[in-house]
């Protein structure tokens, strides 16, 4: 029989830590759901096998929270409050539920921001279609565009299904209407600057006061009915939600799918969430039939990758609390203005300028006439500190025209002085980047151990790193075995502006 209630919080604020919930409170405190303990399936009935993994009795019947009104007088005691967490249930989607933290909750409100065109729609409905495919039903709120336009999409992302709804009202009293009728188990409403809330009075759709009404209103609607929702956002150029930043404070949870539009990749972030992880990392590919989970993503950055071309560098960059390996490129040009270039993609523009002026001032390489331009190849932006020295060590290489080994890594932060500093979760780095078939990481001096196999070069400063991929003693003979021959591009030499550098001793 049904039994394990996971949680019951009245509206009162009463809490019920276990068994079934008086019908009333039920019935005030929104609704139940079913659960399976083996592999998170959650069937709109209770059923004795789970339509999931075939297993008998597994499945628990959860309280969907609601969380008391302002007006509730008690107060529980911390010891009193059941551990038990929130149950997610999985989308279908693996690089969503990874990211979600396992799914998502039932009566949680979750906002999908982006870029427009970034694929919000196309992955709303992939959501929508895989809901139905486990026998949930899908009330799917189009205001943007007519359901003869989402339909054209269904059909391609195998969306069409009785139990998908599909509705263009665009008035969020329509809308709970249509919830009253239908009483959908998600509710996807696209977009949420494309609603408005008839009794709210100023302003038109997308507007701060109708984009804050109706996101309220929707939330209320989803905690009084257990009813869980998504909400998608436009995101301005500039990243900010289009309309309020109130939205982030409404909802339980706030996503955002981001990449550049003329590639393929798209990540899916958790910036926050009231019932899981922050900082979780989802990675998609769009292709023509939707976005495609990247399981092995390091693979999709690198597989086009030229080696034996000089200002080339593979970073082992932490996205969350993922590791993906991006190469990052330099390259140094005479610069034909008074006023040199100084431009990237990807890398930090402020960042690159700095490492210049560190390269100039602590290693003595001499940029000051010469347009310089980084950057990280993918369509991926690299913006935390590790990718300082792979980035200085490419611009290294770009100017002398030495290429470093394929099998090289360089992970570490650049400070002022031109020290190398320790970033954060190295050792995890290394795994991923031995794993991937790197031998030999550039690291700073209290780096940890790198996995058997693979060769740590220790480094204190940028000039020692630079001397360690030019000059240390390997079994190239005589020099360190990053940098094949030909060591210098003699007619790069004879007319480059960075003759007579005197960083890097020059080869016999
Ligand atoms: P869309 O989901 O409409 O973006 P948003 O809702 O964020 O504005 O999709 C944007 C782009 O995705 C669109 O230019 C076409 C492309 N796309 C594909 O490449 N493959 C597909 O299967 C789909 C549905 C869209
Ligand atoms: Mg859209």
Not at 79 to 97: C, K, M, Y
């Amino acid at each position: 029989m049904v039994s394990g209630m996971s949680i019951h919080v009245t509206r009162s604020g009463s809490v019920q830590a276990s068994g079934r919930p008086p019908s009333g409170a039920r019935a005030r405190s929104g609704r139940t759901s079913f659960v399976c303990s083996g592999c998170g399936t959650s069937p709109p009935k209770w059923v004795g096998c789970c339509p999931g993994c075939g297993e008998w009795n597994t499945l628990k019947e959860v309280l969907v929270i609601v969380a008391p009104t302002a007006h509730s007088g008690e107060a529980v005691p911390m010891t009193q409050v059941p551990p038990t967490s929130f149950q997610a249930v999985p989308t279908g989607i693996s690089e969503l539920d990874r990211a979600l933290g396992g799914g998502l909750v039932p009566g949680s409100v979750t906002l999908v921001g982006g870029e427009p065109g970034i694929g919000k729609s196309t992955l709303t409905l992939q959501l929508a279609a895989e809901q139905v495919r486990c026998g949930r039903s899908v009330l799917m709120v189009c205001a943007e565009e007519s359901p003869i336009q989402v339909r054209g999409r269904a059909e391609r992302l195998g969306g069409l299904h009785d139990d998908l709804l599909v509705t263009s009202v665009s008035s969020v009293e329509g809308i709970v209407d249509l919830v009253d009728r239908h009483s959908p188990d998600l509710l996807i409403v696209d977009s949420i600057q494309t609603v408005h809330l008839e009794s709210t009075t100023g302003g038109g759709p997308g507007s701060t006061n109708q984009v804050r009404a109706c996101a309220q209103r929707l939330v209320v609607e989803a905690k009084e009915r257990g009813l869980t929702t998504v909400l998608v956002g436009h995101l301005t150029k500039d990243g900010s939600l289009a309309g309020p930043k109130v939205l982030e404070h409404v909802v339980d949870t706030v996503t955002d799918l981001a990449g550049d539009r003329h590639h393929a990749l798209r990540l899916f972030r958790v910036s926050k969430h009231r019932f899981g992880p922050t900082d979780e990392l989802g990675l998609f590919e769009m292709a023509s039939a939707g976005l495609l989970p990247v399981d092995d993503p390091s693979g999709l950055f690198l597989a086009d990758r030229s080696v034996g071309t000089s200002g080339s560098v593979v970073l082992p960059a932490m996205e969350g609390h993922r590791i993906l390996l991006v190469e990052l490129q330099a390259l140094v040009a005479r610069s034909t203005t008074p006023h040199p270039r100084r431009s990237s993609q990807g890398v930090d523009q402020r960042r690159l300028t700095l490492l210049l002026a560190v390269l100039e001032r602590r290693v003595g390489l001499d940029l000051s006439g010469v347009d310089a331009y980084a950057t990280a190849v993918g369509g991926v932006q690299v913006t935390e500190p590790g990718s300082d020295l792979p980035l200085a060590l490419a611009v290294v290489s770009a100017a002398t025209n030495r290429c470093m080994a394929a099998e090289v890594v360089a992970c570490g932060e650049v400070g002022l002085g031109g020290e190398v500093r320790q970033v954060a979760g190295l050792e995890r780095r290394l795994h991923e980047a031995h794993r991937l078939g790197f031998r030999r990481a550039i690291l700073p001096a209290s780096a940890p151990e790198p996995p058997e196999g693979m060769k740590a070069v220790r480094v204190a400063t940028l000039e020692e790193a630079v001397a360690a991929v030019g000059l240390s003693t390997g079994p190239g003979g005589g020099r360190w075995d990053g940098i094949p021959d030909p060591p210098l591009n003699k007619l790069m030499e004879a007319t480059s502006p960075l003759q007579g550098w005197s960083g890097l001793p020059h080869q016999a």
